[in-house]
């Protein structure tokens, strides 16, 4: 993978198909000047509307999460393949809002990133610690944990095409953002741990985002962080003009 510059809309639960559509066609016209990657993770249901109706080339498809089975008997799941067959290129696996709602663990996030790794999907890995550990001063070592138990089994080759988001729990539709110091500690510290694991060219070239109330008045102070490549913009994706201008800030 090569380092860029990305943001990256996450919707979550939210939109329906005449609200999103709408979203699609003030923020398609202006994708075309974006000097950066722009990603949109809508539901799976509209998905596929959402890439039909959408005629540029800048934006590209995620989905929010896919099964860490292959396919058969899982009512309500989503497998990677499935995503890939309907043309989706990305991933979110991992998000603490799924960790912690639907209970998903480090092992069955390995597993998740193998399949997508597998049928071609590029996932965005999501690591970040809660409150408690932030203020007990262990981040780092939990977000290692993190780090260590989904990703460090995947070979030099597969980890070359993940791309990580450090989403610290308590910044995560809190209105309290990482300060860019403690943004590119980490992300320093991210990128660190993936140069002594695998190599130091691995690590120079991942795209690593951050993601937890970044709007419009601080991406561009987050964004020039040394190792901060970009965002996972929650809340501020909704609104087709403030994505706008955190896309406009990712130069
Ligand atoms: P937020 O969400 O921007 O609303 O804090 C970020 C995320 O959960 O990806």
Redesign the pocket.
Known sequence: MKRKKIVAG?W?MNMDLETAAAWLSKVGEEMEQANCDVILFPSFVLLPDMMDLYEGEKLTFGAQNCSQHEGGAYTGEVSASQLVSIGVDYVLIG???RREHCGETNDMLQQKIKLALQEGLTPVF?CGEPLSVRNSGSQKEYVHKQLEESLFGFTAAQISEVII?Y?PIW????GLNASPEQAQEMHLFIRSSIAAKYTDKIAAEMPLLY????KPDNASAIFSCRDVDGG??????LKADDFLKIVAQAN
């Not at 993601?211 to 970044?214: H, L, R, T």
């Not at 996972?232 to 994706?237: D, E, H, K, N, Q």
């Open positions: 996450n979550k998000h603490s809002e999501c988001a989403e910044a995560i539709g809190t993601g937890g109330s970044c996972l913009i929650g809340g501020a994706s």
